[in-house]
């Protein structure tokens, strides 16, 4: 941990001139060099006093349009964020740069929670974080009236909204905020983009003609890929191989399932653990501080994990179960390269999955409740059966249209080939007819290829008119047929019923010749990369260059585990990336580098440049 001596002072004080512009503190204090889009104009409104209402989807960069402006207005910042383990990342992370940073929440003991209020009374502090409740304690505001207060951000907005999806009542009370402040510029931000909890936020918390700055939603870095679902073991394994020594998670829908496959990955070597819901709450907080501190590489969880988890450095999202809506998968996916680095966000794609999730819809006995589910659901559904652009259906369903198709997810990148399939699924809907619509995938796989099995003989299935008719395929072929023709409902799996195929309506069309159909050509495994590379952000790292790279992130650990402070917060892996290309040789050109501030600079250029100078390339 930093020492009390070292935060004496602000960042202002340290360098030489008071009156700093903010592309010079975006520089120094923070080592960027540059805005992203939006963030000047969202930091010069609040430096003129007005609200700015902030939509930006994660890793957008949301916390420098309230950090910046707090160093540059007179009196103290109040941030006000709903997740304890947020706050304490970001206070982290300003400290290691310089700044004069603290939260007050009900994880500090009566001792340091007086310390806290003494330096804010003494104007010791440029940003305080602050939990909702905390914040709304009478005592609490009525102190914070008798200081000039810089700005108040309120972060994850969204949870004032009884519309949106993380309501939290104790947010809803910040509404009353706005009259102890009337004068002090509100900064409310999210990334939570529907019209109505949009509307919701500005009401509730009482924003004044608020500019809204709304970025795009899209997240170019992220690698989008949907993989129909056959053996998801072996396909998990076959993905991780391509991710070693990177960090990620994979979701599961049960409990069960999240245990197996975290058992079945350490098992393989891998440092994985499982996350969710029936754990204790030690043991949670032991897996996400073991996560965030890379300590474990791979979270295999539920939904229940991933709030309140800022790790920048997260490489891959897999989804070994079809998440049951696309705001769901957006979040999730999100939560992969905020850094902005490249990476992955894979999608099993399974028919059961489909049909269980029907199944649990339709025990929902409330009519309008079912009506929604089933339409998120079937959205879910269409994106990942879609041949178009994965991003453009993802995004057109958060309402933005894209202008070209987007060249980084599967289809972009390996476009199906389509061939006409209207023999191939006469054949399937026939032999489902044949067997008396009582079977599953694979008896109606075996039937179709003639396979001579104790099944087929048991019910005379040898004898159909559909036996053997299919060996141009293989099993696996089939399968991927019967799949598609599920999806685009010419098929149901009944799961009430063992799974076993029935016709639909839709089918007699086909049946009767009287459409064609078109499908993909069945992509079954993964074709062999040509070379095995490290994939990601490392991709384009040269031999040298990546050995230094290991190098550094080797010091950073180190150091990360002196100070306890997650190893992120001393350098991220976009510094450490630059720093391993451009081999900086003196500190002018290490203050060069993306992250790379004053105060790094001070505390640990030195180490950083020396390995740099030993490592000979
Ligand atoms: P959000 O809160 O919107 O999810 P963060 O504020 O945590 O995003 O920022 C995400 C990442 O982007 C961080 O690693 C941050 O350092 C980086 N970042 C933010 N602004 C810039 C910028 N102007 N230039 C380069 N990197 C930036
Ligand atoms: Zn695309």
Redesign the pocket.
Known sequence: MMSAAQLQLSVFEIFDHPMKSIHDT?QQV?G?????PF?QEIVEQVLDGGDAFVL?????????CYQLPALHRDGLAIVVSPLISLMKDQVDALLANGVRAAMYNSNLDAEEARSVLGRLHNGELDLLYVAPERMMRPGFINSLETLPLALIAI?EAHCVSQWGHDFRPEYAALGELRQYFPRVPFIA?T?TADPQTRDDIVNVLGLHDARLFTTSFDRPNIRYTVREKHRPQSQLLRFLRGQEGHSGIVYALSRKRVEEIAGHLNDRGYSAAAYHAGLSAQTRRDVQERFIRDDVLIVVATVAFGMGI?K?NVRFVVHYDLPRHMEGYYQETGRAG???LAAEALLLFGTQDVAMARYHLDQNGNDNQRRIDSHKLNSMVGFAESLTCRRRVLLGYLGEQLEADCGNCDICLDPPERYDATEAARKVLSCVYRVGQSFGVKHVVDVLRGSDNERTRKFNHERLTTYGIGREFSAAEWMSIVRQLIHRGYLIQDIAAFSVLKLTPRALGLLRAEETLELARPRVQDKPKKKRRKPGPVEDLNEDDLRLFETLREIRKQLAAEQGVPP?VIF?D?ALLEMSRERPSNEDEFLEI??VGQVKLERHGAVFLEAIANDEA
């Open positions: 975006l923070f960027l060099h540059e805005f992203r963030q930006m989807p994660t890793g957008g960069g949301k916390s420098l972060d931000l990334a800022d920048p905020r850094d902005g992120y991220g976009v993306n992250g």
